[in-house]
């Protein structure tokens, strides 16, 4: 079959008119890489092979925007590319290049989720870790960074919870029962709760 023309689109993508009034919408790189523009003819199996390219080549295009939104987890990645429909041998080669690019790293993600939810969230290490497992992010990886939390930062975070609970809910009974459990859905551990609240007066 025959080229009989391109048309520039946005975002670097031509509309390849052929002569069997099929059109595809192409990358300029995989035009570029297969000289497309100097060739006036094209057979079917340069055609699939062509296809094939492009849409490996647009399926690691959006996990890059998708990344660039925030950092990802290997496993929010590979559901992310399975929504697309795509097979599991390019969701293998996705992730493999993302890998090589360092552009998909869990001990990278684990660090920095670890890092926002300490900072932006009420959250303690216990709901933190439950988190980054249903990322299935390695327990070993999880622990690494947990570990390195300072102590102070969490008893800091505890008390202003304790602080928070006591003002708005001064007049309840059970005060000190009521703040423990709450501390303790929000996931911190027992002994550093009962640490802070012995500080208090109830």
């Known amino acids: 079959m025959e080229i009989i023309k391109y ?3 946005p975002s670097g993508t031509y509309l390849v008119y052929l002569s069997d009034n099929r ?14 523009l100097y060739k006036k003819e094209i057979d079917e199996s340069l055609l699939t092979e062509i296809t094939k390219e492009n849409n490996d080549y647009n ?11 925030r950092l990802r987890s290997t496993n929010e990645i590979k559901e992310y590319i399975k929504k697309s429909g795509a097979s599991s041998e390019i969701l293998d080669e996705t992730i493999e290049r993302l890998e090589k690019n360092r552009l998909l790293d869990d001990d ?3 660090k920095a989720f670890i890092n926002d939810k300490l900072n932006f969230t009420t959250m303690g290490p216990y709901r933190i870790m439950e988190e980054l497992k249903h990322h299935k992010i390695d327990t070993a990886i999880i622990n690494k960074y947990l570990n390195q939390i300072d102590e102070d930062k969490i008893n800091t975070k505890i008390s202003k919870q304790i602080e928070k609970i006591m003002k708005t809910h001064k007049n309840k009974p059970n005060l000190k029962n009521r703040i423990y459990h709450s ?9 550093s709760i009962l640490n802070n609240l012995n500080k208090y007066n109830f």
């Open 108 to 110: 990278a993600f684990t």
């Open 59 to 69: 399926i690691y295009n959006k996990c890059i925007k998708y990344i660039g939104i």
């Open 7 to 9: 048309e520039k689109k």
């Open 23 to 36: 059109k595809i919408k192409l990358n300029e790189d995989i035009i570029l890489k297969h000289k497309l």
């Open 183 to 191: 501390l303790i859905n929000l996931g911190y551990d027992s002994e």
